[in-house]
C-alpha cells in the first residue's frame, strides 16, 4: 500500500518558473526522502529530510517537513527542461524499507 | 562504481513459462531492495534483504514469486508461472544503512 500521497499528479510549468509538489502521509516516519524518475529510468535519490528536521536545501530542491501534518513539499527553483520527470516522495518508518506515493508527473516546457 | 546492475532489460515471455531477475548491487551496500512499478499500484516493496538475509517478504505477492540472494553481490527473482498480471517494471536497489537507494533501470516484463 501507499503510504504517501503526492499533489498535483501532474504539473506542467514553462522554464525558469519554480514547481512545488506536495506529500502527505499518514504514518510517523523517521525520514522523508524525495526521488525522481526520468522516463523508461530507475529512479535517483533527490534529498533525504529527518523527521527532526524542518527545511532542507540542495541546490535548487527546496524540501520542508511539517510532522504535525504529516507533509512534506518539494520545490524546484528556476526550473528547466531537463526537471521534466516523475517525482516521488517517499517514507521511512521504524522498519528499514522505503514506501513509495503515486508521484506528481512534472513537465518543464522550454 | 557501475551502480544497481539488472537484467535482462526487458524480457517477454508467454503466460505459464519461468521468469529469472538478476540484480547486482553496490559493492558495499547491506540491504538489497525488489520493487515493483506499475500504472496502477505504484511502487510496491516486494521484499528486501540485509546481509543477505531475507527480512520482510510481506509484498511478495504470492507463492508463485519467490527471491534469493546467495551473495552479497548477486540476488534473483523468480515467477514461476508467470500470468498476464505480472507485467510490470521490476526494480533492484540497494543501500547502505544511511538510507538513500540506489535503484538499477529495471526490468521491464511482459507476460502474453
Known amino acids: 500500500s501507499q503510504q504517501g500521497e503526492e499533489d498535483p499528479q501532474a504539473l506542467s510549468i514553462q522554464e525558469g518558473e519554480n514547481a512545488t509538489m506536495n506529500c502527505s502521509y499518514k504514518?510517523?516516519?523517521?525520514?522523508l526522502q524525495w526521488y525522481r524518475q526520468n522516463s523508461g529510468r530507475g529512479l535517483v535519490h533527490l534529498i533525504l529530510?529527518?523527521?527532526?528536521?524542518r527545511e532542507k536545501h540542495s541546490g535548487r530542491l527546496r524540501v520542508t517537513l511539517d510532522t504535525s501534518k504529516k507533509s512534506s513539499s518539494l520545490l524546484i527553483t528556476a526550473s528547466r527542461a531537463a526537471d521534466t520527470a516523475s517525482y516521488f516522495c517517499a517514507t521511512a518508518g521504524s522498519a528499514r524499507q522505503l514506501t513509495f506515493g503515486s508521484g506528481t508527473q512534472l513537465t518543464v516546457l522550454p | 562504481d557501475a551502480g544497481v546492475i539488472q537484467s535482462p532489460r526487458h524480457e517477454v515471455t508467454e503466460m505459464g513459462q519461468e521468469v529469472t531477475l538478476r540484480c547486482k548491487p553496490i559493492s558495499g551496500h547491506d540491504y538489497l531492495f525488489w520493487y515493483r512499478q506499475t500504472m496502477m499500484r505504484g511502487l510496491e516493496l516486494l521484499i528486501y534483504f540485509n546481509n543477505n538475509v531475507p527480512i520482510d517478504d510481506s509484498g511478495m505477492p504470492e507463492d508463485r514469486f519467490s527471491a534469493k540472494m546467495p551473495n552479497a553481490s548477486f540476488s534473483t527473482l523468480k515467477i514461476q508461472p508467470s500470468e498476464p498480471r505480472d507485467s510490470a517494471v521490476y526494480f533492484c536497489?540497494?543501500?547502505?544503512?544511511?538510507?538513500?537507494?540506489?535503484f538499477g533501470e529495471g526490468s521491464r516484463l511482459t507476460v502474453l
Open positions: 529530510i529527518r523527521s527532526n528536521e
Open positions: 504514518t510517523s516516519i523517521n525520514n
Open positions: 536497489a540497494s543501500s547502505e544503512v544511511t538510507g538513500e537507494l540506489f
